[in-house]
């Protein structure tokens, strides 16, 4: 990966190294074991590991990728976005090996937040009434170790960064729905501390979600956003470093991504999709990529931003969604996530990518025949997308999209 400032980001053009219809398109499902459904990839790690979720009974009613998928992981007394009948399960997709992990005792269902280039994952419990237990996952000897991260129940878990170390929110004490940004760090042996606390303004009553987390010479960026209760989910965008560092201001968003090369650190922001069926009026902020740097003390500082380009005037939509977002080796920020399409009236998913600051259907880059990629989840740093859609005129798939030839 490329060092220093994006060329787009500096106003410099940046030569493509990622020619458009030159990408190899799996669909992971081919290898789901029997007796589930719905695979929902959520992450990729750089050495091509997807992870994400899957169900057994019925399939959910709503999609599980982006906007549902977040209430799900926020909100302890949401057990999931689909039907009680819809038990999810975390799975892990391997060079044509795909295994569900067995969940620890007590759990009756599994959710996903995050999965490091160490196979690390970051995943959330659920038992009869409510998601409140966190784990990292470590693989050992061909079997998993589940590791209990310490602190009350409720709150959020966000990602896990490549040095292991995890973030998410935990409960303000006597304050219901308020949540306090922490971070667990990774120690000996797979051990982990108990969690620290991260800043917050003074005097502040505000809910503070972690969600994304990225680390570079044992210094941590934590990314997320800051909520007023009662305006759930508008609210400010917010990195962090020792200590609340950088409020970007209202982004009418509830989400944000972390990624970069070894010593640069992209974060996408952007408007929240709505809910399946409600199309309502477009976001008033555009998504963006915000290019952060790591001070020596570790404070995050912005340094530039760039406006992503929105689907063309010509396709109404409803609402779009950066999720992932990396370095190409040209230094180019290359961002996915999904738009919400108003056609004939109806709210049609689609996956989208940025190159720079150009999006580009993903459907034109799959070039499949009865193939319509709807959502890209997530991006490593050497190209590989992942996402769902409908590949070869079967729906409700999962896929991997891999540069022909590398980046």
Not at 5 to 10: A, D, Q
Not at 47 to 67: D, L, M, Q, R
Request: neutral net charge; aromatic residues 8%; proline residues 9%.
């Amino acid at each position: 990966m490329a060092m220093g400032l994006s060329p787009v980001l500096s106003g410099v053009r940046a030569q493509p190294v990622h020619p458009e219809a030159r990408y190899h398109l799996i669909d992971l499902s081919r290898d789901m074991p029997s007796g589930f459904n719905t695979p929902t990839p959520i992450t990729v790690n750089d050495g091509g590991e997807v992870a994400g979720e899957v169900y057994s009974g019925s399939a959910p009613s709503t999609p599980i990728a982006g906007y549902p998928r977040q209430i799900v992981l926020r909100h302890s007394f949401f057990r999931s976005a689909g039907p009680s009948s819809s038990v999810g399960h975390v799975f892990i997709y391997d060079n044509g090996r795909f295994t569900v992990l067995k969940p620890p005792p007590g759990a009756a269902q599994t959710f996903i937040a995050g999965l490091n280039d160490a196979g690390s994952l970051a995943v959330v419990t659920c038992d009869a009434n409510q998601c409140n237990r966190y784990f990292v996952v470590h693989p050992f000897s061909g079997t998993f170790v589940w590791t209990r991260l310490t602190g009350p129940g409720a709150g959020s878990l966000g990602g896990i960064a490549a040095n292991g170390d995890v973030t998410g929110a935990l409960p303000a004490p006597s304050r219901p729905h308020f949540d306090l940004p922490v971070v667990w760090k990774a120690g000996r042996a797979g051990s982990y501390s108990r969690a620290w606390l991260l800043g917050t303004e003074s005097g502040d009553t505000k809910a503070y979600i972690p969600d994304a987390i990225w680390s570079h010479g044992g210094k941590d960026i934590e990314g997320g956003v800051e909520n007023v209760v009662n305006f759930y989910p508008e609210g400010h965008a917010v990195l962090w470093g020792p200590k609340l560092a950088t409020d970007r201001g209202y982004i009418g968003s509830q989400t944000m991504a972390l990624g970069g090369s070894s010593s640069v650190a992209l974060a996408a922001v952007g408007c929240p999709l709505p809910l399946p069926g409600a199309c309502g009026p477009n976001c008033p902020v555009d998504p963006v990529v915000y290019h952060v740097s790591i001070s020596s003390a570790g404070t995050p500082k912005v340094s530039d931003k760039a406006v992503l380009a929105s689907p063309p005037k010509n396709q109404p939509h409803c609402g779009v969604s950066p999720y992932d977002v990396t370095l190409d080796p040209g230094g180019e920020p290359v961002t996915v996530g999904q738009a919400s399409m108003l056609v004939a009236k109806r709210d049609v998913p689609r996956a989208l990518v940025w190159f720079g600051t150009r999006v580009v259907a993903l459907n034109a880059i799959a070039g499949a025949p009865k193939t319509d990629l709807q959502s890209a989840n997530a991006i490593n740093d050497h190209g590989c997308i992942a996402g769902t859609g409908t590949i070869a005129g079967r729906t409700n798939r999962a896929f991997l999209l891999e540069p022909v030839g590398g980046w």
